[in-house]
């Protein structure tokens, strides 16, 4: 790295009132996300007067309604004012706290749920990323690096403060208490920080004229690997306890697996950014997601807790690669003047994908297949999509190249 190339610590003297925006947009979106709302299952689901089924049926339809609403209102993040678009999310996000707290009615208590989902892990993280990508035309890298430390942040801070909290009053006052905290802290960000200019105004039909992923061959083949981490990951996360039996781990490996997740994850999202500064997104879009195929070849060659801890720890090294790496790429490819449209179709196929994988490793199980066959069949799967996606960053290359 040359001594000219702006580092970290020209973002934090230059650019600090407009991280800090960026990043607890991100860090919000824990107020939605399934590790915060699972901390409170058992609490809502005997509030709604539910089943553990029920709740879990519940809150995958209000996941995926919350998807396509993403695809649908993602984009105007691309010509509202910042302010604005972030004070309608932390409204729709009071709204859903106070619903789902203060009713015993199922409907009232799902549109609750549905409007934390929507505005809490949907579009607060939706709306940081965004501001990062577009507004950060030096060291963008950097920058991304440093938002995308609000995810981490939100899951290592918030469940020990909640597991407190429970114990000194009831699970709705936990909420209540922690709404008013939100709501305190973007105050201040409204009145305080210096927030960016509203984007060009652009006319219907000027909208309409932008960009449509879903009709892009280079959004298609490049798909498959960006959704691969996610969709892997959530397999291994949700069955955690086949995973852990079938690599013959213990309960302990497991526990420290994820403390090595956590720890990595921060690694590689502070690693990665000056790496995508200074070799561009074409090069780390090529690299980024090789640790993690390393990490399914070893899991099963090593076995039992080596194995498990090495999977776990490689995983959130590339998790914390890829929401800087991803998004810097998108920008490269379509705009930073597009990059909430193209975001918001992204985050929305990768929820889909998300709740299929479930699904389909479920069925994979119950018909006896062993954990080890599951991850080489993910292992596949990641090769296929990494050689898909060098069609598109063959001609990117290129292209960049005789620019």
């Known amino acids: 790295m040359s001594s000219k190339e702006p580092g970290y610590t020209y973002l934090f003297t230059n650019h600090l009132g407009l991280l800090l925006i960026a990043f607890i947009s991100v860090f919000s979106s824990s107020m939605g996300q399934s590790f915060f709302i699972g901390l409170f299952q058992v609490d809502i689901s005997e509030s709604l007067g539910i089943t553990a089924g029920q709740f879990g049926t519940a809150y995958a339809a209000v996941t995926l309604v919350s998807a396509g609403a ?6 105007k993040v691309d010509w509202m004012s910042p302010r604005v678009f972030a004070l309608a999310i932390l409204t729709g996000l009071m709204l859903g706290i106070i619903l789902l707290t203060s009713t015993d009615l199922f409907w009232l208590g799902l549109l609750g749920l549905g409007l934390m989902r929507f505005n809490g892990q949907g579009m607060f993280g939706h709306l940081g990323n965004t501001l990062a990508g577009r507004e950060f035309k030096i060291a963008r890298g950097r920058a991304l690096s440093l938002v995308s430390l609000g995810y981490p942040s939100g899951e290592i801070a918030l469940p020990l403060l909640v597991t407190l909290l429970l114990t000194l009053m009831t699970w709705q006052q936990v909420w209540w208490l922690l709404g008013a905290f939100w709501c305190f802290i973007w105050l201040l960000l409204f009145l305080l920080a210096p927030w960016p200019e509203s984007p060009i105004k652009l006319s219907k039909a000027e ?4 960009p449509r992923p879903l009709r892009d061959r280079r959004f298609l083949l490049l798909l498959p690997l960006i959704m691969a981490l996610p969709i892997i990951s959530t397999g291994l996360m949700i069955y955690q306890a086949h995973l852990t039996v079938d690599l013959g781990a213990s309960v302990s ?3 420290l697996a994820l ?4 720890v990595a994850r921060i690694f590689g999202a502070l690693f990665v950014g000056p790496k995508i500064d200074r070799y561009g997104s074409v090069v780390t879009t090529r690299l980024f997601i090789l640790p993690f195929a390393l990490a399914l070849v070893l899991a099963p060659v090593i076995g039992g807790s080596a194995g498990l801890i090495t999977l776990m720890t490689l995983s959130g090294l590339v998790v914390g690669f890829q929401e800087p790496v991803v998004n810097s790429l998108l920008v490269s490819i379509w705009g930073s003047q597009n990059l909430g ?3 918001a179709t992204l985050q929305s196929a990768m929820v889909f994908g998300t709740a ?4 389909l490793l479920g069925y994979l199980i119950d018909y006896g297949v062993h954990f080890q066959v599951i991850i080489w069949g993910m292992l596949a799967y990641l090769c296929v999509a990494w050689v898909v996606a060098q069609v598109v960053l063959v001609e990117l290359g290129r292209e960049q190249q005789v620019s």
């Open 70 to 75: 993403l695809m649908y209102f993602g984009p």
């Open 207 to 210: 909208r309409k004229q932008g």
């Open 253 to 255: 490996a497991y526990a």
């Open 259 to 262: 403390t090595g997740l956590g």
């Open 341 to 343: 449209r193209v975001r």
């Open 356 to 359: 299929i994988s479930p699904a």
